[in-house]
């Protein structure tokens, strides 16, 4: 069965500083990964998609996540937090773009000023 | 920028009363999902909908729940006889084809009492 962790369920960042959010999957084929964002109130907006091809990603926002195979990990990376960017981070993998979709259980992310 | 909506925001409904949530997908979508969050979980998927029929479905899609899409704009999820564990935000999304974004909307809150 396919699953997905992320094992920090809030990190604080201070703004300006770097980030890395944490994700680790179990998928019995090739994986389609992604990466969407929550703010309050708001809809899944996706930030970025791994199918295939080049392992290292860019995404909208200035975010970009590495596709691990060896490690199953996706994480996402961005190298300077805004305040605008406290909101609540999921991971998920699937067959493809929209279907069967697994969650992770989301990273809250607070930047401090 | 065209987005998928979903109505009402926030519902609430007695035990065992039947609820239609409804989303209007973004209009050349082919693809339709529905998704739910129950609170402090993670996003689970529900069904998948595809060319006027269910394409898959999750173990928690029961009888109890339905998707219809009405008319050429609109897509249903039917829960017919809501239990208190139903409360969950719902989420609807949908996309152009398999391996394309999948845009969700803003997600409808239910609360059975």
């Known amino acids: 069965a396919q699953s997905v962790t992320q094992p920090d369920i809030h990190i604080t960042v201070s703004e300006g500083a770097s980030l890395e959010l944490r994700c680790n999957y179990s998928y019995g084929a090739t994986p389609y990964l992604f990466w969407y964002v929550q703010s309050p109130g708001q809809g899944l907006q996706l930030l970025l998609k791994?199918?295939?091809?080049?392992?290292l990603v860019q995404g909208i926002k200035g975010f970009e996540a590495e596709f691990k195979r060896s490690q199953s990990s996706f994480n996402l990376r961005k190298p300077s937090v805004h305040w605008s960017d406290a909101a609540e981070y999921f991971c998920?993998?699937?067959?493809?773009?929209?279907?069967?979709?697994?969650f992770g259980g989301g990273t809250r992310l607070m930047v401090k000023p | 920028e065209p987005e998928v909506t979903q109505t009402p925001s926030h519902q609430v409904t007695q035990m065992g009363q039947e609820v239609i949530l409804r989303c209007v997908p973004i209009?050349?979508?082919?693809?339709f999902y529905w998704y739910r969050q129950i609170l402090g979980q993670k996003v689970e998927f529900l069904v998948s909908f595809y060319n006027n029929e269910i394409s898959e479905k999750s173990e928690i899609f029961d009888d109890q729940f339905s998707v219809e899409r009405p008319d050429g704009s609109n897509f249903t999820l039917k829960i017919r006889s809501t239990k208190l564990e139903d409360s969950a935000m719902y989420f609807c999304?949908?996309?152009?084809?398999?391996?394309?974004?999948?845009?969700f909307g803003q997600g409808t809150r239910l609360t059975v009492v």
């Open positions: 998920a993998v699937g067959p493809d773009a929209g279907n069967m979709l697994t």
């Open positions: 999304a949908s996309n152009r084809g398999a391996n394309t974004e999948a845009f």
């Open positions: 791994y199918f295939s091809g080049d392992t």
């Open positions: 209009s050349n979508h082919l693809y």
